[in-house]
């Protein structure tokens, strides 16, 4: 967002609305979703109802499930009385309330549908243009500490958010690489259907993609190569 001309892409989205974004925080990667039966293949997703909004809804059609717009209130009852199969909400500090676990015991991992959250505050762009500049830093700088405090927070309450749901009886159980594949696939084919027809999401996702492909050359023999080595240590003892 800040490196990588993501800032001034979502206030070019903004403009003609009059408004300015501030990223300010973010929940990190999140789970797959709660299912009520196994899904080994993506034909299981054939007809599967399954709580999941937005981009990602339209991805699941793609799988062949049918997304439903729930409420948290209302994911629960249901998941109990099988109007849906499977629900999607957030990671293990989120989940944890929602006290899915007895109903639909099978937690998916990782959340193909959601690798990070970025979160915005939306401010007047009149407004800020108002403000003096040492102003604009002031809250560029809050909402930027906002973001990273959120993140930190999320980090460090959802390992122990994971474990206590799975000693209340959840089952932690990885998306194979097919389904992971076929939900890939399933992406790429609503981003170009979006792209055809809407030049600004097509000219921010070209950005992102090729800031993303960068990225990952370097974390590929950075981050993740040592986190890697160091998560394979501990499961050997």
Known sequence: WTEGGGRELIDEVLKPFGAV????????AQMGG???????????????????GGLSGRILEKLGGVPVATPAAEIKPS??????DAAQWAGPHDDE?????????AY????????SNALHILINQAKWGELPANYQAILTAAASLAGTSMQAKYDARNPDALKKLVVDGAKLKPFGGEIMDAANAAANA???EISASDPQFAKILSAYM???????LW????????????????ARG
């Open 21 to 28: 974004a501030l990223a300010c925080g973010n929940t990190g």
């Open 34 to 52: 709660w299912f009520r039966k196994e899904v080994k293949t993506p034909a299981d997703f054939n007809e599967l109802k399954m709580r999941i």
């Open 79 to 84: 998941l109990e009385s099988g109007a849906l």
């Open 97 to 105: 309330r929602l006290g899915l676990q007895k109903i639909a015991p």
């Open 108 to 115: 998916y991992f990782p959340g193909w549908q959601q690798g």
């Open 190 to 192: 609503v981003y170009a």
């Open 210 to 216: 090729a800031f993303r492909n960068d990225e990952y």
């Open 219 to 234: 974390f590929q023999v950075g981050e993740v190569a040592y986190d890697n080595y160091l998560v394979r240590a501990r």
